[in-house]
T-cell receptor, first 117, second 113 residues
């Protein structure tokens, strides 16, 4: 039972570098999302996807790109890293909300701690 | 818009003390409400949820009641343990438009032996 797997667990970047945070789930979840966690700010939604080929922006999308070519994977790309992107990043997934059930819980990965120098 | 407001932490209690963490929300319609818990070095996991007014969610001795009249979903536990030390997040899922979760800022709980 792998659940939601995030890699890497830790990463240090220099300003201007690019990288991709990986997220994979093996539960056949249609809904996937990325959050960043900052002290005093809680969790803020970056991007989300309700199915393969469909993505949309959350509260804080600037500086991040996503794509969803398969149900299982939802990578988050930082195109040109900035110190303001130093944070802990969480990927989360959920079963489909077809039928309107909005009480389905989110399953979280263990997070990626990113530092941008 | 939708929002969740939690009491600021940290909250420090002695073992076996009574716990209350306040949570209020702003939303249209009838959102589902959740409490998630984050243990050190881990991702969040669902603690309990409630889907309609007057519902009580409960798990591991924790309880929270969906109060529509006061737009609140306060978390309570009668007797905390050291192992309950964690960060607790209140959250709601939106009732219309695209499916989204809105989280509060989190409340850190430290329980002393």
């Amino acid at each position: 039972n792998a659940g939601v797997t995030q890699t890497p667990k830790f990463q240090v970047l220099k300003t201007g570098q690019s990288m991709t945070l990986q997220c994979a789930q093996d539960m056949n979840h249609e809904y996937m999302s990325w959050y960043r966690q900052d002290p005093g700010m809680g969790l803020r939604l970056i991007h989300y996807s309700v199915g393969a080929g469909i993505t949309d922006q959350g509260e804080v999308p600037n500086g991040y790109n996503v794509s969803r070519s398969t149900t299982e994977d939802f990578p988050l790309r930082l195109l040109s890293a900035a110190p303001s992107q130093t944070s802990v990043y969480f990927c989360a997934s959920s079963y489909s909300i077809v039928g309107g059930d909005r009480s389905r819980k989110l399953f979280f990965g263990s997070g990626t701690q990113l530092s941008v120098l | 818009g939708n929002s969740v407001t939690q009491m600021e932490g940290p909250v420090t209690l002695s073992e076996e003390a009574f716990l209350t963490i306040n949570c209020t929300y702003t939303a249209t319609g009838y959102p589902s409400l959740f409490w998630y818990v984050q243990y050190p070095g881990e991702g969040l996991q669902l603690l309990l949820k409630a889907t309609k007014a007057d519902d009580k969610g409960s798990n591991k001795g924790f309880e929270a009641t969906y109060r529509k009249e006061t737009t609140s979903f306060h978390l309570e536990k009668g007797s905390v343990q050291v192992s309950d030390s964690a960060v607790y997040f209140c959250a709601l899922s939106t009732t219309s438009g695209t499916y989204k979760y809105i989280f509060g800022t989190g409340t850190r709980l430290k329980v002393l032996a």
